[in-house]
């Protein structure tokens, strides 16, 4: 089964600019998803298909992906972004979703 | 506006089963997969399956395969899941979640704890 790996913590003052990476094998031929759950809510769709935003999802948010790296770039970070952040792909072999094993972004 | 809503929370024995739905409202139940994550404290998100509303297909995860079973009434818009021989590391919060090939709109989730 593919897997997806991630850093378990990021940390970023305010203002600044949080990467976070989601490493998987030629990851860059797949489409990669972005959840960001806060706590004790439900997931949140952030960015779909590498780079796209959901509607009401703030511009901060972008995505990117190429080789065995794809990139979660919040700009510009506030505090009311800290949360886990989730990778997701598309495991066409086994016709199901796979997950990173999420960030925690902490806003210093 | 699209939305999902789940059942309320759950308490079960180690060995029992537990069943959770899934009401779907503001969109055509039949057009998009249903997903069930769950999430153990502390945890992250683990995929357990799918089922296509339209066709009634479903896939799950191997390590649910022989304890999961995912339905769905399309006459109420309704998934569910039900899980069975519940074990004390079953306990988590369960979600249910629309799309494919990404998740877009997420249920509140429902707390399923096992316990004897």
């Not at chain 1, 706590?39 to 990117?64: M, T």
């Not at chain 2, 995929?47 to 009434?73: C, E, H, L, Y």
């Amino acid at each position: 089964s593919y897997v997806l790996t991630q850093p378990p913590s990021v940390s970023v003052a305010p203002g600044q600019t949080a990467r976070i990476t989601c490493g998987g094998n030629n990851i860059g031929s797949k489409s990669v998803h972005w959840y960001q759950q806060r706590p004790g809510q439900a997931p949140v769709l952030v960015v779909y298909d590498d780079s796209d935003r959901p509607s009401g999802i703030p511009e901060r948010f972008s995505g990117s992906n190429s080789g065995n790296t794809a990139t979660l770039t919040i700009s510009r970070v506030e505090a009311g972004d800290e949360a886990d952040y989730y990778c997701q792909v598309w495991d066409s072999s086994s016709d199901h979703p796979v997950f990173g094993g999420g960030t925690k972004l902490t806003v210093l | 506006q699209v939305q999902l809503v789940q059942s309320g929370a759950e308490v079960k024995k180690p060995g029992a089963s537990v069943k959770v739905s899934c009401k779907a409202s503001g969109y055509r139940f039949t057009d998009y997969y249903m997903h069930w994550v769950r999430q153990a404290p502390g945890q992250g998100l683990e995929w357990m399956g799918w089922i296509n509303p339209n066709s009634g297909g479903t896939n799950s995860a191997q390590k649910f395969q022989g304890r999961v079973t995912m339905t769905r009434d399309t006459s109420i818009s309704t998934a569910y899941m039900e899980l069975s021989r519940l074990r004390s590391d079953d306990t988590a919060l369960y979600y249910c979640a629309r799309g494919y090939p990404f998740m877009d709109v997420w249920g509140q989730g429902t707390t399923v704890t096992v316990s004897s």
